[in-house]
């Protein structure tokens, strides 16, 4: 049985961390923090440049999906998917092609999976699509929601729907709308409230709120009794459909028996305990002090900018963050951000770059260590955000990193 | 739609908004004109300093006697707007050691009030100041929020009788023979022509005071310099900081509100609105401001942002050197001057002398008018300045710990607590669909997470209660805005708050991203 530690708990440390368990290791996950999954859509993009399941092809020098076949990330997607269904959160996907799916902003985006919530499949061409928020719910705006026109389909503005339960003394979050859903054991008074105002509508598109643990239940009542399908919007964060996503890979780990340290930082390998190119126990500062886990193998899945993977100074000089690997990046005295928000950002493709088998390199351009792989966001070479790339990215390296880590 | 005035004056930043107080509490009929909206210029783009004159002791007396004038007076008519943090001047290793004696002298001969203390009572008081300072003087230094100073003026003056009418574009004067009469202007909500007779026309447009003055055919000594200044997203110092040596880059630290601001640079410009942020600019301001604040990358900067200064070149003053060019202010008869009846312009000065600028001024166009009672800005509060406490968060707290944040009151911007509620009543006091009026007016969008929230929200109500806002209310717009002053600070925190903006606007909300661009 092989000691494997993986360091960071979003989408793709805790995937290599279940498919490892899974293969029969020993897993040993460190956390410093909750990881990213409160800021997922819950959609898995994998590359909207084109036919999800040409990424490896169609990515550029460079992007981490050439350090993977298309058959890699095709078994990635694959096992994420089953895994997802045991745990009850079962994921749409259309053969060859991405799905288009709307957003808080009226547009349509495109990724390879949805949780079903989100899916406009099951909604005919023809039918009257309205949206609509919840009263006193300032995380998701109807009209907004509406002002894409969702691909030029007619979208009539609801006015904002009442909550499950009567408004507190706080306002309100996703995460608080979720649980009111979760806990009302009557949706059966609730769809009749929404009745009236949604006379004439065919499908309803609201804001992700329909539940945390018991979404699936949730859902299904609601559209039951309402009689129409209910399609699921992303909204501002907490963003539910990521948290229902976190709650199911968490569950997935623990039923795996992976051994989960939460508010661990990670901090590097052990002097004397670490031989030459090798990793062979992790340090991270844990609530009880410093401790030791032992690795046989280290699985670096840390994030990029916004997870503190790396980070830069004032000078744009930067280093990741556990072992202090070089980054690859092209600030050498320019600018990393662009002048327009929504223009690519060349910080984007910062991070480690690592030889086939996942492994980063040095300054020299050979592996830093034997033993360590990284997987997901801390990788150079991609822009995530304007190629939806970034769940494939986690998932398919992840999957790249356990086998190369347990080889 | 035509009108007519005694005094028009051209510019709502603090000369112009000052000059319209002081005439309209002498009695005179006033309109003011401004192309953007309030604060939007270099009043709204300052560092935050109530000068106590000691800054510019050694290098321009004068300015530095006025100085100390005017903080004793402003502390007094504008006291809402003022958070008396008292100032420092620190001696530190390898400053010029003959400079603090001179300097000291030249406050006393100025009549700024300076005390020496022990290096070691400051550091008590400030621990993040840098240890093994040589010697400290205390300063009657303070922070000023223009923007509550401008919003409060601008409701005075309205208060008084006076108008002051925002978005008024397209300047054309109005002559008859050598005099200037009054002007054309476009109202750019509404796209009509208004037309303004008055008997005096005061050019007080700061750095596009030569823009104006060219409509008339007239050319200004004037000289324009960016000033790149940065915030903190917290208070490092509670206290305003400066070097004790000849002013210069990155020496100025100024706590006012829930920031403090590190200023400035003093770079020379062509055009009033070259204020794009420049990355080299920013972070040869952060080495400087090292020596102030040696572990300034532990603190999270916020924004950074670029104010123009309108400064009067003297005969034969080169305006490729701005730093060293006066900071007092002038007032140009163009009558006495080029033989054009009915304009002056007022060029140069510094926010904590707009009032006497603003005096003198109005004693100028008196003496032109005809005088009627003696200025008293120097002993008249500002009535806004007493009623709109709006900008300070600690009263909003307070207001929402008072009643429930619930039904109208939940809150939009959590940084700076602006409830549904303000901007319902914002919306209604002055209709816009622009977000960025809405920040001005309320500070949305101004705290650490630079309108990662609040702009979504913002957005929303804008696009339920104004039917003419565009499709997204003007979400987009106003989140590049944003981006603008936060993108050169894009290293430690601040890349991770400009990443987490970029997941939430692009990949959770959705917003269109251009297709293709260089990678």
Not at chain 1, 355 to 363: E, H, M
Not at chain 2, 66 to 76: G, K, P, S, T, V
Not at chain 2, 129 to 158: C, N, T, W, Y
Request: hydrophobic share 40%.
């Amino acid at each position: 049985m092989k000691q494997l530690v993986v360091v960071g708990a979003g989408l793709a440390g805790l995937y290599a961390s279940c498919l490892a368990a899974r293969r029969g290791s020993d897993v040993t996950l460190l956390t410093s923090g909750r990881g990213g999954l409160g800021l997922s859509s819950g959609r898995i993009e994998v590359w909207s440049r084109g036919p999800p399941d040409r990424a490896p092809s169609e990515a550029p020098r460079g992007h981490p999906y050439r350090r993977v076949s298309a058959s890699d990330l095709r078994a990635a997607v694959d096992e994420f998917r089953d895994m997802m269904t045991e745990q009850g959160l079962p994921y749409e996907q259309r053969p060859g092609a991405n799905l288009l799916l709307p957003t808080a902003l009226g547009a349509l985006r495109a990724a390879a999976l949805t949780p079903g919530s989100q899916s406009l499949s099951r909604i005919p061409p023809e039918a009257q699509l309205g949206v609509a928020g919840v009263e006193g719910f300032r995380d998701f705006s109807a009209p907004l929601a509406a002002a894409g026109k969702l691909g030029r389909r007619p979208v009539r503005v609801i006015p904002d729907l009442p909550p499950p339960s009567p408004p507190g003394h706080r306002d309100l979050y996703s995460t608080d709308l979720a649980t009111q859903f979760d806990s009302r054991e009557d949706l059966e008074e609730v769809a009749q409230r929404w009745s009236v105002a949604l006379r004439g509508v065919e499908a309803l598109l609201m804001p992700a709120v329909l539940g945390w643990r018991h979404h699936a239940k949730v859902h299904h009542t609601l559209e039951q009794h309402l009689g129409i399908p209910i399609v699921e919007i992303p909204t501002l964060p907490p963003s539910v459909p990521g948290l229902r996503l976190e709650r199911a890979l968490h569950l997935a780990a623990f039923a795996a028996g992976v051994d989960y340290v939460e508010g661990s930082r990670a901090v590097g390998r052990v002097a004397g305990r670490s031989r030459g190119r090798r990793a062979d126990a992790v340090a991270a500062f844990t609530p009880g002090g410093m401790r030791v886990y032992p690795a046989q193998a280290v699985i670096l899945a840390t994030g990029g900018a916004l997870h503190g993977g790396w980070r830069l100074n004032s000078e744009g000089e930067g280093r990741e963050s556990v072992f202090g690997l070089p980054l690859a990046h092209q600030a050498d005295g320019g600018e990393w951000t662009a002048p327009q928000m929504a223009s690519p950002q060349p910080y984007s493709y910062f991070g480690l770059r690592v030889d086939r088998d996942l492994r980063p390199l040095a300054a020299d351009g050979t592996p830093a260590f034997e033993n360590v792989f990284a997987a997901g966001g801390i990788l150079a070479g991609a822009d995530r955000t304007r190629d939806g790339s970034r769940q494939g990215i986690d998932l398919a390296t992840a999957y790249r990193a356990v086998r190369a880590a347990l080889e | 739609m035509k009108l007519s005035t005694e005094i028009l004056v051209i510019g709502a930043g603090a000369t112009g908004l000052g000059i319209a107080w002081d005439a309209c509490l002498r009695g005179y009929k006033v309109i003011v004109l401004e192309q953007g909206d309030l604060a939007e210029g270099t009043s709204g783009r300052y560092h935050g300093l109530l000068h106590s004159g000691a800054r510019y002791a050694v290098s321009d007396p004068a300015s530095a006697a006025d100085c100390a004038a005017e903080n004793a007076i402003l502390r007094q008519v504008v006291s809402p707007c003022i958070e008396d943090t008292g100032g420092v001047f620190l001696v530190l290793p390898g400053d010029p050691p003959e400079y603090p004696d001179r300097w000291q002298r030249a406050c006393q001969s100025a009549s700024v009030p300076v005390e020496e203390i022990p290096p070691s009572r400051i550091l008590q008081r400030e621990p993040a100041l840098p240890h093994g300072m040589e010697r400290a003087f205390h300063v009657k230094d303070a922070a000023l929020d223009s923007f509550q100073l401008l919003h409060s003026l601008a409701r005075s003056i309205e208060e008084a009788g006076g108008q002051v009418r925002l978005r008024h574009a397209g300047l054309r004067f109005l002559r008859h023979r050598s005099r200037v009469t009054g002007v054309e202007v476009q109202d750019r909500r509404t796209g009509r022509t208004l037309r303004i007779e008055s008997e005096l026309i005061v050019n007080a447009a700061g750095p596009w005071a030569g823009r104006v003055a060219s409509r008339a055919g007239l050319r200004l000594p004037l000289a324009l310099s960016r000033g790149t200044m940065i915030a903190f997203a917290g208070r490092p110092v509670q206290t305003v900081v400066n070097r004790c040596t000849f002013p210069g880059d990155g020496d100025i630290v100024v706590p006012i509100g829930t920031v403090a601001v590190l200023g400035t640079t003093d770079e020379p410009v062509s055009a009033p609105d070259h204020t794009q942020i420049e990355t080299d600019e920013v972070q040869a301001l952060v080495r400087l401001g090292r020596v102030l604040l040696p572990d300034i990358d532990q603190h999270r900067l916020l924004r950074a942002w670029v104010g123009i200064r309108p400064l009067y070149r003297p005969p034969g003053g080169r305006s490729s050197q701005t730093r060293s060019l006066p900071r007092a202010h002038y007032i140009l008869d163009h009558d006495a001057l080029h033989g054009v009846p009915g304009l002056i312009s007022v060029l140069g000065g510094k926010l904590t002398t707009y009032r006497r600028m603003a005096e003198q001024t109005v004693d100028v166009a008196a003496s032109q008018l005809g005088a009627r009672r003696p200025c008293q800005t120097s002993s008249t509060s500002l009535r806004g300045a007493r009623h709109h406490p709006y900008h300070r968060l600690p009263d909003r707290l307070a207001r929402l710990d008072r009643g429930p944040a619930k039904g109208p009151h939940e809150i939009v911007c959590e940084c700076e607590l602006v409830t549904r509620h303000d901007i319902h009543d914002a919306l209604e006091r002055a209709p816009t669909t622009d977000l960025d009026d809405l920040r001005r007016g309320l500070r949305l969008g101004m705290g650490p997470c630079q309108a990662a929230f609040c702009a979504y929200r913002a957005a929303d109500i804008v696009r339920k209660s104004m039917p003419q806002a565009p499709a997204d209310g003007g979400l987009i717009p106003f989140l590049e805005e944003r981006w603008r002053g936060i993108r050169a600070l894009a290293w430690g925190p601040m890349l991770r708050q400009v990443e987490l903006n970029q997941r939430i606007t692009f990949e959770l909300l959705g917003a269109a991203a251009p297709k293709t661009g260089p990678s």
